[in-house]
């Protein structure tokens, strides 16, 4: 192996790696959490498992990973059912009951850390919040091959351990129940009466996500864990109806914000010239921050601006149909059309309008074509029938219509694209005495 | 358990086929029946026997405990005393042949599922933990969606429905659940006039061939049309029976105008109490 290479995978392989599967694991499960408007539960979750640290650190004497893992998934829960009971008893609202739940586990392993283990446990509060990620370095074999071997990968940092094992009991967790998690966060009556118990399996969502966080947080702290389970699902909502294909977008979207935080972290301070790399779990979450932003902008159909981009179509659409009803009006009572282009929106719908062929300027003055004076009869046509509709059926006064009116003859049937037509009145003239024109 | 391994003759778990009051082939008996949400009773020791190959609607003002009937029936809000049994057995052992529609406002609509996805639903009890919905399932699912009325809507996210069009999917997903006894929460409760009468043309259906459906049902003029058997309930059942014999003005006039007062009053006074 080249000095290169080997410095790769000695500093930057181990952190990159349990960076991407905390960001992973903690995805998959995210997606519940924002299904469930729960997301808050891993904030609260990954800060108060420190108490839960601290105890089992005091009980056992030892920094040794499993009784600190096994405390930290007992406090985990142990916020879980806190905040069950203060939702139901304290009368506050769920956010509020995680929020004050957490925070007072969090100064309770503080104090404790201070008072009890603090001189001798390297826990602080800064590497709760980042991580370890760049303490963890690792010394395979240099020979070259080593890494085609087992026996190599055994030697990975315990934390990259953990955390694929976890990513494993994760994904054997929701693919085998997937059907049961998604029923039981739609309709957890319904799952309840078909004997898929929705206490049972919220319970089991919760002890994934705390075994999810204790693992994630301690390698990658927990901005990134709080991170993780509400960006990449949040965003993969945006991109996806189906649920299924919003767990897969979600795990993609972790591992790339993990790959691409991880190397921006590590590198990109260097190659800009600056003395230092940055914390790599907070580049990460930055990432995903932003992976969260571009999808909220820019997703084909949720995306902010592919809405506003329809609701201005919408309303160029409304603005030039208004424009046609206006003309045939005025070509019906005889009098000459007016002027119509007078604010600046007006003249780029009627550019609109005779580029579709449906108006053609006579000496500056528009005028319907054949085929404008067609969708312009449809539009009055639906106008009058609408407003026949309102007075006989709906009983309004004949003056009270037109305004509804004007914003109804612009609905079209969202399947066929056809201008939707209230039923023919009793009279053939509308409230107003004018012809209502054939289709 | 697989219904076909159930015993018709026998009923060794029933408590309540031995009392001259119950019958053992009702597809629901409750005695004594009472609820309470956060200590306050909502429904005091409710008898009822459902009867047979009916359409019944539970009918009663707000607060009326209509829902929590249900729910409680379905042993999801717990109950402080009474028996519920259906066909003489506790629901643990017949779970797959009851039905649920819970109402329209319950869910998140905005749930990145599609219709025949919600449909599917009705069948995992049917399916079974940890196995995959089926081809088979789908196809059951579709033919479910057709009878309400929605073929072609299969692949719909369940936000770009209508209202009505929603209500559908709940009926269709009860009818995927190939029940024998359905309770329904407000079916008809702001749907269109072409939803309702899908809706009644399905529950028709269902009593035709030999299922009862117990309804929570608001519109009191169109009770005598659409059902055989109301239950009138105001925190406990004003009366029950045929809707030609309990659907009477004195029998309403019970339930919804003279407010049991003591009752209500009862209610509160003992919330207050165990709250301490």
């Known amino acids: 192996m080249n000095e290169g290479v080997y410095g790769f995978v000695s500093i930057d392989l181990p952190p990159l790696l349990a960076g991407t599967l905390a960001c992973v694991t903690c995805a998959i499960l995210g997606n519940y959490l924002v299904l469930r408007r729960m997301s808050l539960m891993g904030d609260a979750i990954s800060h108060s498992v420190l108490p839960g640290l601290v105890i089992a650190f005091m009980l056992s004497g030892s920094r040794d990973p499993l009784p600190m893992f096994v405390g930290a998934t007992i406090a985990g829960l142990f916020t879980v059912g806190l905040v069950e009971l203060l939702r139901r008893y304290a009368r506050v609202e769920p956010g509020a009951a995680m929020g004050v739940v957490f925070s007072v586990m969090f100064a309770m392993g503080v104090l404790l850390l201070e008072r009890g283990a603090g001189r001798q446990v390297d826990l602080d509060a800064d590497c709760v919040l980042n991580g370890v990620m760049e303490t963890m370095i690792w010394f395979p074999p240099e020979e070259a091959g080593s890494l085609a071997r087992w026996s190599t990968w055994v030697s990975l940092p315990r934390q990259v351990w953990t955390l694929g094992v976890v990513l494993l009991v994760v994904l054997a967790a929701v693919g085998m129940l997937f059907k049961e998690l998604r029923i039981v966060a739609f309709d957890p009556g319904l799952a309840t009466s078909q004997g898929f118990h929705a206490g049972l399996l919220n319970t089991l969502l919760m002890v994934l996500v705390a075994c999810a966080t204790v693992a994630s947080f301690e390698a990658v702290g927990s901005i990134l864990v709080i991170a993780m389970l509400i960006c990449p699902a949040a965003s993969a909502r945006m991109l996806t109806d189906r649920l299924w294909v919003q767990v897969v977008l979600s795990v993609v979207l972790a591992a790339a914000a993990g790959i691409t935080g991880y190397l921006l972290g590590a590198y990109a301070p260097t190659l800009l010239g600056l003395p230092a790399a940055v914390s790599a779990s907070g580049m990460i979450t930055v990432v995903a921050g932003v992976i969260m932003l571009l999808s909220v902008l820019f997703a084909p159909s949720h995306g902010t601006v592919a809405r506003r981009f329809r609701r201005v179509r919408m309303s160029l659409r409304v603005a030039r149909e208004d424009l046609l009803a206006s003309l045939y009006r005025a070509e019906e009572s005889g009098a000459a059309a007016r002027a119509v282009a007078s604010r600046p929106v007006d003249a780029i719908v009627l550019r609109r309008a005779i580029a579709r062929g449906q108006v053609r300027l006579a000496n500056g003055v528009p005028a319907l074509t054949d085929r404008g004076r067609d969708v312009a009869r449809g539009i009055v046509r639906s106008h009058r029938l609408w407003e026949s509709y309102l007075v006989e059926r709906g009983g309004l006064a004949p003056d009270h219509v037109h305004g509804t009116a004007m914003r109804l003859e612009h609905l079209t049937d969202s399947a066929s694209g056809a201008r939707f037509e209230p039923p023919q009145p009793d009279s053939p003239t509308d409230p107003h005495a004018r012809p209502i024109p054939p289709r | ?276």
């Open chain 2, 1 to 276: 358990m697989n219904a076909s391994r159930i015993r018709p003759d026998a009923h060794p778990a029933s408590m309540l086929a031995g009392r001259p009051e119950h019958s053992a082939d009702s597809p629901l008996s409750v005695h004594a029946m009472t609820v309470a949400y956060q200590r306050k009773p909502v429904l005091w020791d409710v008898d009822y026997d459902a009867p047979r190959d009916a359409l019944v609607a539970i009918v009663g003002p707000n607060g009326a405990g209509k829902s929590t009937f249900i729910r409680a029936c379905l042993g999801l809000v717990p109950r402080v005393s009474g028996v519920v049994e259906f066909w003489g057995r506790p629901l643990r052992e017949v779970r797959r042949r009851i039905g649920y529609v819970p109402q329209r406002e319950a869910v998140d609509w905005d749930f990145p599922v599609s219709a025949l996805d919600v449909v599917c639903m009705g069948r995992y009890a049917r399916i079974g933990w940890m196995r995959p919905v089926s081809r088979a399932d789908r196809d059951a699912g579709a033919a479910c969606l057709d009878r309400v009325g929605l073929r072609g809507f299969e692949h719909r996210q369940i936000s770009q429905l209508s209202g009505g069009q929603q209500q559908r999917v709940f009926l269709a997903r009860a009818l995927a659940q190939e029940s024998d006894l359905y309770f329904m929460d407000e079916p008809f409760a702001g749907v269109d006039a072409a939803t309702e009468r899908a809706i009644v043309d399905v529950l028709r259906e269902l009593r035709a061939s030999g299922r009862t459906v117990i309804c929570v049902h608001h519109d009191l003029q169109t009770v005598p049309r659409y059902f055989d058997a109301v239950m009138l309930m105001n925190m406990r059942v004003v009366a029950s029976g045929p809707v030609g014999t309990v659907f009477t003005p004195e029998n309403l006039q019970r339930t919804y105008g003279g407010r049991l007062t003591l009752l209500a009053e009862a209610s509160e006074a003992v919330a207050r109490a165990e709250r301490g």
